[in-house]
DNA sequence: TATGAATGAGCTTTCATTCAT
DNA sequence: GATGAATGAAAGCTCATTCAT
């Protein structure tokens, strides 16, 4: 069949690559075809090969693609800033602005990463771990400071990042709360779990909280993060 | 051959559901095979038909028999407690140990919710919101009578929710922290982040707390973190 | 669809074989499709699978099968008997006879050791070794005894297997020739090959023999054994 | 861009023939793909079309090309030559010459007849015929003079062609025996087997044969036999 | 002359499921 | 209660081939 006039093959990696994002956000890795991928931009199955080796690299690159757009423009929007509580807030407003923005893409990287193969696995949740740097030096600044009351900062690291990223479970664009709102309502459930309940300025003396009297803890083998 | 004293078609029953339960959490549920499954009790794939009517049943089981449970103890555990602040601490200990000793059950309920057709669907999501329920009239309540900084409790629930339920992302059991010290850690994040930095007058005595007093729950038979 | 009565996996599983050999013999193993073997066979092409792991091994297992069975009745008929020339006989006739019977096999055997992958070639080759290494064996004996005149029985092995072999590419039975007289004509070529023929009365000096004249037929650019 | 000087089609048309007859040698013609093939030359599969009608026509040129070089040649060296005998030695050494010179060629004409269609293959086995029947009459001519014997000149013929044939089987370039060695070899087979009933017992004096006249042979580095 | 996008058919293989025994 | 033979659909993937550019 003549090729649309325009059409080319640039176009149609894009168009792959979006409905890839679509149909995995929707059905899952394992459970989309791709047949129906073909089917969505138009292509016999067997023509998605000339734009990915095979369904687990399209995946992969979907996955990996985003995880270093992340990881860049997060690291882009805290350049400059100092203080601590400032890069919290920073932090929190771009997780959350970006999630919101970017829903399938986040959910797959998320969800789908069980379905990668070992080494490609192993690549994301590399990405994933600097990532989750940023947001654990923060926290780690931020005690060092006295600013922040954090026992735990891979536990608040993981905690933190788990609430915010949860967001992309429910939220959905147009719904009755603007993103600002959300924002500023995450926001302050973060920097409320971190600064312990207490006035900031005056912080109240730590000592009442009865969680730093066991301080027996086994020597420290750093729980392997997750499941690999 | 006669049959092994004292098996029987219960036992076999029980059998495939942990089997189920084990390799849906490893490898998920499209991507196990009811011939995997099989082989994990010792059947021939057919005979697990005796079982269950069909794969997409066997899923819905193990999540809504999940979801009743944790419905069911939550709810126990919350019996009887009238102070928001303490019942907020009984659903956090009880959500995160819960968690910790049934990672997989857990896993797979928020995961394969998307393998669940319409219908089976349906009801898993209505537990769900009775779940969720729980906590955002716990919030609710707080709020109503100033305990709580909580401007949008169905966000705040979302939030905390996903919070808590990140655990199951990355705790092994036998890792550096104890199951207590992991409560203590996430039930600060929460408190402070619901009591919104504000001091709580004078902070009720932690004592009378029922969080560490029942940390037997039940003789971790779960099994782990499946890894074969 | 009910099973024919009397049916059973034994019996389906000789019938894919033979019908395995009949479609490799016919097509070649590369150009006969599981399809195809299915139909043969009236099963859908799925269900070979109960009866060997994948193609690959098909072939092989029809392939060692039939070497194994070869190299045994082989061994079988030159049992007992000690002097070489008698060996010579017996090792064609039963050389000859075998392939008359066994066309198809023969000829898979022999063609399609390139299909096989590396670990199963490594093991009929193993085989055919051995199966030569009989024919050497006698070559080696007679000329010790002085009763071949054999200078190298290597080769001789190869160009009177090759010679022998060569059979199944014409053979038909019902032909004009009774397998006796065929086995009577190559016996003769092998016996006056390795007992160095007659003294062809006064030979010809050889020097007239414009073999060795030129050696440099062409620039010798043929592409080398190829193996990238 | 500009095309490299001197490139022209007939340059890619000869590239693309010895690249399919290095490739149809080492894989087979069903196992090539033409994108191998493209590959090999350096162009973009759907380009090989200007060289080729189809993958059929391929192999039908190379083997139909290789079958009227080799039977020219064989007629070539044998023209002139009126002696059974003499003439049967050189049919020996040119064929033995040719298949050790053009080992690719030779395998893939005796093992792709089967992948050509029915109207090729027709062709390729009249110039087959043709060939054999160049020893068939040097055999009938042997017989008739009285110095072969032979009872079955058919037979005999695709007996001897079968053992010559099968050299390339084994043979590559830089064993340890020369090609000479190797002619000499087969061809005392041959002429053994068709001058047939040599007196066992007094066995003529083995001086002369020319054959053992040249024992300076390489250290012995075993041919290893055959490909693998 | 060559590209590169695309086709459409076909491949081997896996799967959930059925059912006579 | 369990087997084991079989189905039928679908999967991921490869292939020879076409054709506008």
């Known amino acids: 069949m003549a090729r649309t006039i325009g059409s080319n093959g640039a176009r149609t990696a894009e168009a792959i690559r979006q409905a890839g994002v679509k149909l995995i956000y929707k059905h899952g890795y394992e459970a989309m075809s791709l047949r ?13 090969y000339k734009y990915f080796d095979n369904k687990q690299t399209l995946l992969f690159d979907i996955v990996r ?22 890069r919290l807030r920073v932090f929190c407003a771009f997780h959350l602005r970006y999630h919101m923005t970017r829903l ?23 990405l994933r771990r600097r ?11 931020g005690a060092a400071q006295g600013v922040f009351e954090v026992r735990e ?21 147009g719904g009755r709360l603007s993103q600002d709102e959300i924002v500023d309502t995450y926001t302050a459930l973060v920097i409320g779990g971190v600064t312990g309940g207490a006035p900031l300025q005056p912080l109240a003396a730590p000592t009442e909280l009865p969680v730093h ?13 997750a499941r690999t």
Not at 36 to 48: F, H, N, P, R
Not at 104 to 126: K, Q
Not at 131 to 141: H, V
């Open 104 to 126: 399938a893409h986040v959910f797959i990287a998320n969800m789908e990463i069980r379905s990668l193969d070992e080494a490609h696995r192993a690549v994301v949740v590399g």
């Open 213 to 225: 009297e066991k301080p027996t803890r086994r020597p420290a083998s750093v729980p392997k993060a």
């Open 65 to 86: 693609d985003h995880m270093e757009d992340l990881l860049g423009k997060a690291e882009a929007d805290l350049a400059g800033i100092e203080d601590p509580l400032a």
């Open 131 to 141: 990532y989750e740097g940023l947001l654990e030096g923060i926290l780690r600044q």
């Open 36 to 48: 129906q991928l073909a089917a969505e931009v138009g292509l016999q199955s067997g023509s998605l």
């Open 153 to 173: 900062p891979k536990v608040a690291t993981y905690a933190i990042i788990s609430m915010l990223t949860g967001i992309c479970m429910w939220y959905l664009p």
